[in-house]
């Protein structure tokens, strides 16, 4: 943990210094500490170099930590929670269920597009209850498989009107396709303070049942003989788990596979109880996005390639190597 915070922290300072202006990590942390409320410390730095630390990249690295750390945390809570190493916080049909969203908040005219978070954030959460209502109405119960399997065909429900309604409005597909492929490139502090308190609230949730988790690893019935209710710690941890993720996509678009990518890592490199992946998936994946996006700065400077684009170009590989792993594993067994 204390590794990962360190990178953390290294990682945030480089971020913000690398840029079309080039500034020296001394200027950044000069910047940095001249905005501490107690210290009082008048900087030296020039106004415009302050300006672009503190209003432009700042709040871009800030946001890439917050949506980075929830959805690895919610990828690790859906994983423990469906004993599903695959899982991600788009299963249950939150992609799905934000795009719709986004889509019609962009196609609507007199001025909607201003409520596109919102949209996005609603969208997101009301295809995840109606996966999560549809799994335990079908089974009789809240059953990981019978959830899983609800989450697919709710996302294809919900892509297929969103498909819909992208032909019938042509003009707007570009606005739209910019959001699915995810940015950070219009990142503000309102945005930062708009999402921080679903984060923080998501976030305690989850690390508060990270023991109930490996419980669950045990099986229901063994579960359920320790005195855990899995079907109450499964509502809690969805519920939870899918506030902070629709907050994070609904301003940063869809970003695919970090979920996926550093709990793997964690589990990896660190302890596969959920007591030591849930906290360090949280700091290792805010490091994670803010260097996807600075990669995503970098590739194509003065351009920019869309943050989605990055992580899916690393997640890709990275998810065959788990599933290729994972069969070789079984097949050993």
């Not at 506030?243 to 695919?256: K, P």
């Not at 989605?308 to 890709?316: C, P």
Request: hydrophobic residues 55%.
């Amino acid at each position: 943990m204390l590794v990962a915070i360190a990178f953390l922290v290294v990682v945030i300072l480089i971020s913000t210094a690398i840029g079309p202006a080039d500034l020296s990590l001394s200027t950044v942390v000069e910047v940095l500490l001249s905005h501490l409320p107690l210290l009082h410390l008048h900087s030296s730095v020039s106004a415009l170099d302050q300006a672009i630390v503190w209003q432009i990249r700042l709040p871009r690295v800030v946001l890439a930590v917050l949506v980075g750390s929830m959805l690895a945390l919610g990828g690790a809570s859906y994983q423990g929670v469906f004993r599903n190493p695959l899982a991600d916080p788009y299963l249950l049909g939150v992609a799905a269920g934000a795009g719709l969203g986004a889509t019609i908040a962009i196609v609507t005219p007199s001025g909607f597009s201003e409520f596109l978070p919102l949209a996005a954030f609603l969208g997101g959460v009301v295809a995840v209850a109606l996966t999560y209502l549809t799994g335990a109405k079908a089974s009789g119960h809240s059953s990981g498989p019978s959830i899983i399997l609800a989450g697919v065909a709710v996302a294809a429900i919900f892509t297929a009107i969103q498909t819909n309604i992208q032909q019938q409005h042509a003009a707007d597909l570009q606005p739209v396709y910019s959001w699915i492929l995810g940015s950070l490139s219009v990142a503000t502090w309102s945005d930062v303070t708009l999402i921080l308190p679903y984060v923080v609230l998501s976030a305690a949730i989850l690390l508060a049942h990270r023991r109930l988790l490996d419980v669950l690893r045990l099986g229901e019935e063994e579960a359920m003989t320790l005195g855990v209710n899995p079907n109450r710690v499964r509502l809690v941890v969805v519920a939870a788990a899918t506030m902070g993720t629709a907050a994070a996509v609904s301003v940063s678009g869809l970003i695919g596979f970090v979920g996926i990518i550093v709990p793997h890592l964690v589990r990896l490199t660190a302890n596969a109880s959920y007591r030591v992946v849930l906290p360090v998936s949280l700091v290792s994946g805010a490091s994670f996005l803010v260097l996807a996006d600075l990669c995503a700065r970098m590739v194509d400077a003065p351009g920019e390639v869309p943050l989605g684009v990055v992580t899916a170009f690393i997640g890709g590989p990275f998810f065959i190597f788990v599933l290729r792993s994972r069969r070789s594993h079984q097949g050993v067994l």
